[in-house]
């Protein structure tokens, strides 16, 4: 069964560092989510993609995260620098359709937890 | 503004049944998602609800209510490995999920 891959699973970094985490989605999948989950808290969508164009990203802190993906199939997020309270578990997701006016599953990767210290 | 409730937490004998409620208040509705999340682990997807009443999957069930902005999973034949959190997420207008804070099912022996 196809899944959702993402690396590393755990990452630990000091602050003012910069982290990256990458993602590659189903294969044929057009949409791409990088959400932000808290512990107790439900994910919160940080951007969305479709294909290789931003459709979402009103959510993310453009001062020190940026997301691409460049040749609409896998994804890069980054952080920099990174600070104690982006501590958090960082799911991507995809979903095989193109993005508004239809209803979509979501499918999600492992998840990269990071801890910032 | 948007809003979904879920209980935090919960707790249920193995081999019972358990409900988990979910409200709703959001900009448009063009579906329900419930998703399971074991600690540590990302979210699976058991079901989805876009009409009014209850789909059956095995020992899960969802149920919708549009007109009261509720919905509901049914977990029947509670085993251990059910212990997990369940998030419940409502599609807008925009078709944007709108993800509730999650309950956490514990089952007891």
């Known amino acids: 069964e196809a899944e959702v891959a993402q690396s590393p699973r755990y990452k630990i970094t000091e602050k003012s560092q910069a982290v990256a985490f990458w993602c590659d989605p189903i294969s044929g999948h057009a949409t791409l989510y990088w959400y932000r989950q808290i512990l107790g808290q439900g994910p919160e969508l940080l951007v969305q993609f479709q294909d290789e164009s931003v459709v979402d990203d009103s959510q993310l802190p453009k001062d020190r995260f940026s997301a691409e993906r460049l040749k609409g199939v896998d994804s890069t997020l980054k952080i920099q620098p990174a600070e104690l309270g982006d501590s958090a578990m960082y799911l991507c997701?995809?979903?095989?359709?193109?993005?508004?006016?239809?209803?979509?599953?979501?499918?999600f990767g492992p998840g990269t937890r990071l801890t910032v210290l | 503004g948007q809003n979904i409730d879920q209980p935090t937490e919960m707790t249920a004998t193995e081999g019972a049944i358990v409900q988990i409620n979910c409200t709703y208040q959001?900009?448009?509705?063009?579906?329900l998602f419930w998703y399971q999340q074991h600690a540590g682990e990302a979210p699976t997807f058991l079901s989805y609800?876009?009409l009014d009443g209850l789909e059956e999957k095995g020992r899960f069930s969802s149920f919708l209510s549009r007109s009261k902005g509720y919905s509901y999973l049914l977990l029947k034949e509670l085993q251990m490995k059910d212990s997990a959190s369940y998030l419940c997420?409502?599609?807008?207008?925009?078709?944007?999920?709108?993800w509730g804070a999650g309950t956490k099912l514990i089952i007891k022996p």
């Open positions: 959001t900009s448009g509705f063009n579906g």
């Open positions: 609800n876009v």
């Open positions: 997701a995809s979903s095989p359709l193109g993005s508004g006016g239809s209803t979509d599953t979501q499918y």
């Open positions: 997420a409502v599609e807008d207008s925009n078709y944007q999920l709108i």
